[in-house]
């Protein structure tokens, strides 16, 4: 696994990592436990403030600590993570510790009381900004108040999941700055 | 462009294609008018019924065409699709005809009046399941009522938007379908 060297970011720029789709790993305490859920339903819906919105089943075992908490921290592994991701899918926070089991280290956050994984690439502390969708449709709408993030590389190289056991990996970047109206970048 | 043979795909199965985090287009019909737009804020909210969420801005010309019809369609554009993808986004539909300007073909829908682009890869049907989080969030909630896709190739080449004129290309894919607990795949 790689270890990062990170750095804040602009809450405003993390649509970088988020938008292009990738699995994310979901950190949240509750009552003195930590548990971590692989996680690739979810969405950017603001970028001032930072709002973030994810589905999260009900069966899960985070549900209940997300949903009491109200905080969270979105992690984003990279492909050398990928077996963690695939493990961690696998089994419930009910039985183990995941972050013990899988060899990932949880670190103190700033602004929440979730954990952040050392090993990804970056971290997103939440805090719930909109209960209101969670009941209806396992949508929690969460507000980014602070960004931690690798200072390099770039562009991480990052997991998309298609269903079926099957993951898309990241490919190259495509530069088309020049061809945009600057006002929609 | 390429030319695709599409043939109807299950409305269970389309996370596939949505879940990775593409780019898409919405096209839309409101009016005797019609009208396309680009779109990277989006997410998998059910597997049956089959829903989809999407931010559209208020700002867009679409907005109001889309909260009015009730309806549109979401058209998942390959690579080679990247120039009429970013003119799409440069360009409002309250000033052009887009599918002429940009040589696209609307073709019709079967379930809904919002058209079909033939050039895409797939599209999916859509019409309006939930319009409560609209006005709060401008995040609109389809049921995904038909979908079509491209028999070949198994996956697409697909742009993932990173912000600030930088597209991800799709890469490979990895498959640990045995690595998968059945239940989690």
């Not at 493990?87 to 013990?100: C, H, L, M, R, V």
């Amino acid at each position: 696994m790689g270890t990062f060297h990170k750095r804040p970011f602009p809450l405003d720029r993390i649509r970088r990592y988020l938008e292009p789709g990738p699995i994310v790993l979901v950190s949240s305490a509750w009552k003195g436990k930590t548990n971590i859920m692989t996680m690739g339903w979810h969405m950017m819906l603001q970028f001032t403030p930072a709002l973030f919105g994810c589905y999260i089943w009900e069966g899960n075992h985070s549900f209940e600590m997300l949903r009491k908490s109200k905080q969270c921290v979105i992690n984003l592994p990279t492909v050398d993570l990928v077996n963690e991701v695939v493990a961690i899918g696998n089994s419930t926070g009910s039985k183990i510790d995941k972050f013990k089991k899988f060899n990932l280290t949880p670190l103190p956050a700033t602004k929440v009381d979730a954990p952040l994984t050392k090993e990804c690439y970056a971290n997103f502390e939440c805090r719930l900004y909109d209960a209101s969708q969670i009941s209806k449709h396992g949508l929690f709408i969460w507000e980014v108040v602070k960004a931690h993030v690798a200072t390099t590389p770039k562009y991480p190289k990052t997991l998309h999941y298609r269903g079926e056991g099957v993951f898309m990996l990241s490919g190259r970047s495509l530069n088309l700055r020049r061809k945009f109206k600057p006002q929609n970048l």
